[in-house]
């Protein structure tokens, strides 16, 4: 009976010192981490438009915090898709939030705002007049076509 339980004991320890040892070898350093997240809004509602934009400012800020030259080394891209209805976020002449975008952009002038040109289009055809954009907007062809690329590259998607 001994035997059973001094051999049991002896397994147990040894699988315990692989998966101690495992988890040394698995270990990623967290001091040069490589950071890709897109930020998707596709609604119209200001208030989802301002949550938006505060994740990415606290996003870069957390990172930015723990290595301060994260952007600077292009560990860091953080891009916001605005497509159907979150394309008002980026539109000069309604923007709810182009104050606030001015500041983010001030701030994060890493941070890339990608225009859905689709909703573009649309709006434009809806309201039968050329829409402007904010000088910080990207032109994407399609939104969900960039979201697409984006995650098929391993970015991480955040949708607001």
């Not at 438009?49 to 080394?73: C, G, K, V, W, Y």
């Not at 002038?109 to 909703?119: H, I």
Request: proline letters at 5%.
């Amino acid at each position: 009976m001994n035997r059973r339980l001094l051999g049991l004991l002896a397994f147990v320890a040894a699988a315990i010192g692989v998966s101690a040892s495992r988890a040394a070898v698995w270990h990623v350093p967290a001091s040069k981490p490589k950071h890709r997240v897109v930020v998707h809004v596709g609604s119209g509602d200001p208030a989802i438009m301002h949550t938006a934009l505060n994740n990415i400012q606290n996003l870069a800020e957390r990172f930015l915090i723990e290595d301060p030259s994260i952007a600077e080394d292009d560990r860091l891209s953080i891009e916001l898709v605005a497509n159907s209805g979150g394309f008002t976020m980026l539109r000069a002449d309604i923007s709810p939030v182009k104050d606030l975008l001015a500041e983010v952009h001030a701030k994060l002038p890493f941070v890339v705002f990608s225009a859905c040109q689709v909703s573009r289009r649309n709006a434009e055809s809806r309201e039968g007049k050329s829409i402007p954009q904010l000088a910080v907007a990207t032109d994407v062809p399609s939104g969900v076509v960039r979201l697409c690329e984006l995650q098929e590259l391993g970015w991480s998607y955040i949708r607001v």
